[in-house]
């Protein structure tokens, strides 16, 4: 049997060896074959440029949903949006006992400006000395239990339902009061001292008690920024008690804290977008001139509505949306850097459609020479804005009627806006180069002249179409 | 289109199987491609005996068998590729079909096949010096067929057997050509935005037969003391080839595929064929089988410039073969034992203006007492293609086939 194997496994060799020595093979055979049969070898890209878009509308929506600050807090007023700064403390017996019995007490609240912002080289110098009498009302809510479990019962509050409640804000006492502030180029600490009557309502009683307490500034003319109770520089609240004569305090930390943020924007048909905050602007462009360019480049019908109408004749390699800006006329910012504009579009899944961000990519050459291109408060009057994403999927389903939507907001402030890394990155010699500044700048711009004016579409299409 | 790839450096990891008709339906493995027939030169449908297994085309025949028969068939073929005076080789392997015939006495046999009717294979990929990115182009195709077969010897007429099988047609089909950008007409200072934009035409899809669950074959089979004859029509049948076109830049970034379903008119297809035998064991053995298309064949095309249909022409295979027939007897001497096969055909291919010409030697090895055998067929031949535009194809091919035989469900004599 071994034998028979043998001979059979003999035969399927010697097979195999002829037929390798039997021809010359020649590569170019194949490619000349598949160039025969009209395949491929690369696909055709083409540019196409489709002017005088203007929007059908442009809408803003700004999220006034109250976020944490536990990291970063802030409290002022910039752009146009008011941010308060709400605390959540709570306090035991033993405290309450000690500032019933004392003769006098007083509070104060100290803020640690946050020092990466301040003391970067990025901060403007001629900022300093930060100075303004500001107008502060202060209010808070109390509240008391003999329950041995209260506090732990207000620790379970979730912080969705604390920022909720804080949109019915309704306090026990609201007090106003004005502070001098000055904050030179070395100082680290704002220092408030809080109304009389806060500190007398809360020695009142002696009972576990929770204090909420909030600062807004409707009219400030800054924002102030600090550490939220997340770092060991947290906000603190002292509170200082006299008795006969001796001096005692104890600090007390918030164990969270809130961003409440209110509009003042007056112009409700003004599309108007703003730093730090969670709001945006949705353009809606309409769908003809889109689609009338791209009949008159390819000399086919658009929207393709055969069979099921999904159009996979060609597809988006990369689009580009420009829009005119004036950065003098348009906007406000704090730190006078740069500030890149972030781009979303709109995409179907399944039986809905989320918005999906879109990709940025470099174009080095112009990036190097004329910066980023996706970026308000800097020299040049566009803003090219890329939506690849959106673009592809518009012209993929346009037979269904949609049109194209975009979605924008600002981001974050670019300290080199001429280097093409677009992120932070290491260099050869191990130091890291911040192409971004990991603050907000609370800044503004209105977008309302930009809607108004006809924006560029650039598209540059990928074609399955043959050249004949 | 510019001149294909002079840019092309190298092709790699190359493997496919014929490319004639790689578009269209690809590549028909004629009668499931079994080692047996296919040392015979593809004759032999009409042959009789203990063990002969199922013919696909000529489902009656296995009523006269009494054994079972299992078989698995292997093919690895070497084709040489000539196209404007210029060669390319490559080499393929593959499953054609698996088979199973169940004699039941009395009352019938039962047969099940496993055939992979018609296949397209290609992957090549060449590699470009001015960009990083490779051209892939991928062709995976197979139209399977599951075919139980049913066969019973005429009560009276005990000589004829009829036979009739049912072809339920599956399989998928996937083509990729990914490719990278050719900014020929873009001008320099936009060309960044297609750094690394690599895009696949893809299109993926599946088979079926079009408004009926299969096809079907019906085979009248003559047994003579020295000459069987049978006599085969098989249905004419409607191939459904949904497919979903994509253009696409990876697997989880793409567009919303567009459906299409190509619909390919499969004619009916008549076969006969007879076998004489002589001094006992010897075999002369000459078939035909005859499909005569209508019409053209839609291609998977739609992209480029390739075509859109594949003409057709009537499809055609004529075989002659011997065979002598190994001795049963297992104290026999081995080399008697062995069956010994020569054979030849003509085949026209569904393909207009191709038409095929091979010949081949084959041998049944016993393995052990029980009937199991290993065929193996050796064959060569070449396709000659007179269009000027698909190549000419010559191959040498290598078949195996594992046949098992076991004497279930008969009684002891």
Redesign the interface.
């Known amino acids: ?1 071994k034998k ?1 194997f043998i001979l ?1 496994s003999f ?2 060799v010697w ?2 060896a ?3 020595c ?26 196409l440029s489709i002017e005088d878009l203007t929007p059908i509308s442009a809408e803003v929506f700004l999220d006034t949903t109250p976020r944490s600050a536990n990291d970063r807090a802030i409290f002022g007023r910039s752009a146009n949006i008011q941010h308060d700064f709400v605390m959540d403390f709570g306090f035991d017996k033993g405290l309450l006992g000690t500032l019933k019995k004392a003769d006098s007490a007083a509070s104060f609240l100290f803020l640690r400006l946050l020092p990466s912002l301040y003391k970067s080289k990025y901060f403007p110098k001629d900022s300093f000395p930060i100075e303004e009498d500001l107008s502060v009302k202060v209010s808070w809510k109390l509240t008391r239990s003999k329950k041995s479990s209260f506090l732990d019962d207000v620790m379970e509050i979730t912080d969705s339902e604390w920022h909720k409640s804080l949109l019915k804000w309704k306090p026990d006492m609201t007090v106003d009061t004005t502070y001098s502030i000055s904050i030179g180029k070395k100082d680290s600490t704002l220092t408030l001292v809080l109304p009389r009557a806060l500190i007398d309502s809360i020695r009142s009683e002696v009972s576990l008690c929770r204090l909420q307490l909030r600062l807004s500034a409707p009219e400030a003319k800054h924002v102030y920024r600090f550490y939220g109770p997340n770092y060991l520089y947290g906000p603190q609240f002292r509170m200082t008690t006299l008795s006969d004569t001796t001096f005692t305090y104890r600090n007390v930390t918030p164990f969270r804290v809130a961003d409440v943020i209110k509009s003042q924007e007056d112009c409700s048909d003004c599309q108007v977008l703003h730093g730090g905050v969670f709001d945006s602007m949705v353009v809606e462009f309409p769908s003809e001139p889109i689609m009338k360019g791209l009949s008159e480049f390819y000399g086919d019908d658009f929207p393709y509505n ?10 988006v ?2 689009a580009q949306m420009t829009f005119s800006r004036d950065d003098e006329s348009q906007g406000f910012s704090e730190l006078g850097r740069p500030i890149q504009v972030v781009v979303g579009s709109f995409m ?1 899944s399944a039986t809905t459609t989320f918005r999906k961000m879109e990709e940025y ?6 990036i190097t020479k004329e910066g980023h291109p996706n970026m308000v408060f800097h020299e040049g009057d566009s803003l090219t804005l890329q939506v690849t994403y959106g673009m ?2 518009f012209i ?2 346009a037979s269904d009627g949609r049109t194209f939507k975009m979605m924008m907001r600002l981001g974050y402030p670019v300290l080199q806006e001429k280097d093409d890394a677009y992120k932070n990155y290491i260099t050869s010699k191990g130091d890291t180069s911040y192409v971004f500044l990991s603050q907000f700048d609370y800044a503004r711009y209105d977008f309302t002249e930009s809607m108004k004016k006809p924006a560029t579409l650039k598209l ?1 299409l ?1 074609s ?5 | 289109m510019k001149k294909f790839l002079s840019i092309l450096l190298c092709f790699s990891a190359v493997s496919f199987a014929s490319m004639i008709g790689l578009d269209a339906l690809g590549e028909e493995q004629t009668l499931g491609g079994m080692a047996s027939m296919a040392g015979r030169g593809y004759a032999g449908s009409a042959k009789t005996g203990e063990a002969e297994g199922i013919s696909l085309m000529n489902p009656a025949r296995i009523a006269f068998d009494t054994k079972v028969v299992f078989n698995i068939n292997f093919l690895m073929e070497f084709l040489a590729i000539e196209h404007n005076e210029e060669y390319y080789t490559t080499n393929t392997i593959s499953i054609p079909s698996f088979n199973l015939s169940f004699p039941m006495g009395n009352y019938g046999a039962l047969g099940l096949s496993l055939w992979q009717h018609y296949a397209s294979i290609l992957d090549v990929e060449s590699e470009d010096s001015t960009t990083v990115i490779n051209a892939k182009m991928k062709y995976q195709s197979s139209v399977y067929e599951v075919v139980p077969s049913y066969a019973l010897r005429i009560p009276y007429l005990r000589n004829f057997s009829l036979g009739a099988s049912a072809h339920f047609v599956m399989g998928n089909v996937e083509r990729s050509l990914s490719l990278g950008p050719d900014n020929s007409e873009v001008s320099k200072n936009d060309s960044w935005a297609t750094n690394n934009a690599k895009l696949s035409d893809y299109v993926d899809g599946t088979w079926e037969v079009k408004n009926h669950p299969a096809y079907y074959s019906i085979a009248l089979q003559y047994r003579g003391r020295q000459t069987s004859y049978f006599f085969s029509f098989t249905t004419p049948y409607t191939l459904e080839n949904k497919l979903n076109y994509n253009f696409r830049f990876s697997e989880i970034d793409t567009l919303a595929p567009t459906s299409y379903t190509r619909e390919i008119d499969v004619p009916m297809t008549l076969a006969t064929g007879m076998n004489f035998r002589f001094k006992k064991r010897n075999n002369v053995m000459l078939d035909l089988q005859w499909r005569s298309w209508d019409d053209e064949v839609e291609n998977i095309g739609k992209s480029f410039s390739m075509d859109p249909i594949t003409k057709t022409q009537n499809d055609i295979l004529l075989a002659a073969g011997f065979q002598r027939d190994g001795s049963p007897l297992f104290y026999d001497k081995y080399w008697d034992r062995i069956t010994y096969r020569f054979g030849g055909w003509y085949k026209g291919w569904y393909v207009e203006n191709t038409h095929e010409l091979g010949g081949s030697i084959g041998a049944g090895f016993p393995l052990g007492r029980k009937g199991t055998t290993l065929d193996l067929a050796f064959q060569g031949g070449k396709r000659f293609v007179d269009d000027g535009h698909n190549w000419e194809e010559t191959f040498i091919g290598v078949r195996l086939g594992l046949m098992g035989v076991g004497n279930w469900g008969s009684t002891a004599r």
């Open positions: 049997m028979k059979l035969l399927a097979a195999i002829l037929s390798a039997l021809f010359d093979s020649d590569e170019n055979a194949l490619s000349s074959w598949l160039s025969d049969q009209g395949m491929p070898d690369s696909y055709k890209v083409q540019t055969l069979g099921d109408g999904n159009d996979v004749r060609q597809a390699v990369l179907d990519k470099l174009n080095k050459k112009l592809r999927e993929n389903k540059w990928a399955k179409r043959g050249n004949d």
